[in-house]
């Protein structure tokens, strides 16, 4: 049995190394998953965000790494149960010039400029909280965005606060810096946007053999210790098992 999953280059969730190897924590855990219920092999489909949920409604491929769940893509493919929860971040310039905190910061700052992928949902987001239109500039892929910081284009590209750690550690907080926004709301405590595997609707016996080992496997000690290697610790897995 074979199948085919399709990703994208955002580290921790996904990448491909110099040697053509495809790792990060998502693929990881597509893997796990996989050979739990009997794939024997196992084939990756490098894409772009904006061409997940056409290609795998299209049957390009079987499946895609986990995105947000929203009620809109939810009417157009099959999710399976949660596998992390993760809020949003920034990545901006070392010190943070126009000490940029959230996207209500960025509303309040009309010469701001906010960087967004396509179709992610940070864009929803930046515009519920006051962002205008005129304020957000579209990527299709993140490395893009990431350069648009680095050379004053933009002043923030809005990503998860886990990826945008990662992708700190690795370039160096000399050269950019990770703004985390905080986690309240109204001052209460929420729970963060929850991400899942997406697949064809028309795939449902892949779907339901897939949650039914996700829902043993996520927030065991071996799936803990396998996220751990890709940064994500107990707060971004915790969310999901609650979901789950």
């Known amino acids: 049995m074979k199948v085919t999953i399709a990703y994208i280059e955002e580290p921790p969730f996904g990448w491909t190394e110099a040697d053509g190897a495809t790792v990060?924590?998502?693929?990881?855990?597509?893997?796990?998953?996989?050979?739990?219920?009997?794939?024997?092999?196992?084939?990756?489909?490098?894409?772009?965000?904006?061409?997940?949920?056409?290609?795998?409604?299209?049957?390009?491929?079987?499946?895609?790494?986990?995105?947000?769940?929203?009620?809109?893509?939810?009417?157009?493919?099959?999710?399976?149960?949660?596998?992390?929860?993760?809020?949003?971040?920034?990545?901006?310039?070392?010190?943070?010039?126009?000490?940029?905190?959230?996207?209500?910061?960025?509303?309040?700052?009309?010469?701001?400029r906010l960087g967004v992928i396509a179709g992610q949902v940070q864009h929803d987001s930046a515009t519920a909280s006051g962002v205008g239109e005129e304020?957000?500039?579209?990527?299709?892929?993140?490395?893009?965005?990431?350069?648009?910081?680095?050379?004053?284009?933009?002043?923030?590209?809005?990503?998860?606060?886990?990826?945008?750690?990662?992708?700190?550690?690795?370039m160096g907080s000399s050269v950019i810096e990770a703004v985390a926004h905080e986690p309240e709301m109204n001052g209460r405590k929420r729970t963060p946007p929850l991400g899942a595997f997406s697949f064809?609707?028309?795939?449902?016996?892949?779907l339901e053999a897939v949650n039914q080992r996700l829902r043993s496997h996520i927030g065991s000690p071996d799936h803990r210790a396998r996220m751990a290697k890709f940064g994500l610790t107990d707060r971004e897995i915790d969310p999901a098992v609650v979901g789950a």
């Open 24 to 112: 990060g924590a998502d693929i990881d855990l597509a893997e796990t998953i996989l050979r739990q219920i009997g794939v024997t092999k196992v084939e990756h489909r490098l894409t772009t965000f904006s061409e997940l949920l056409p290609g795998v409604r299209a049957g390009r491929w079987d499946m895609n790494v986990p995105l947000f769940v929203t009620p809109q893509r939810a009417d157009t493919v099959a999710f399976s149960v949660p596998v992390w929860g993760i809020e949003d971040g920034f990545l901006v310039r070392p010190g943070n010039p126009k000490a940029l905190v959230s996207y209500s910061s960025i509303a309040k700052c009309p010469d701001a």
């Open 135 to 170: 304020q957000i500039v579209m990527f299709e892929q993140q490395a893009e965005a990431i350069a648009a910081v680095l050379s004053g284009a933009i002043d923030a590209y809005a990503s998860t606060a886990l990826g945008n750690r990662m992708i700190v550690s690795r």
């Open 200 to 206: 064809n609707r028309g795939n449902a016996g892949l």
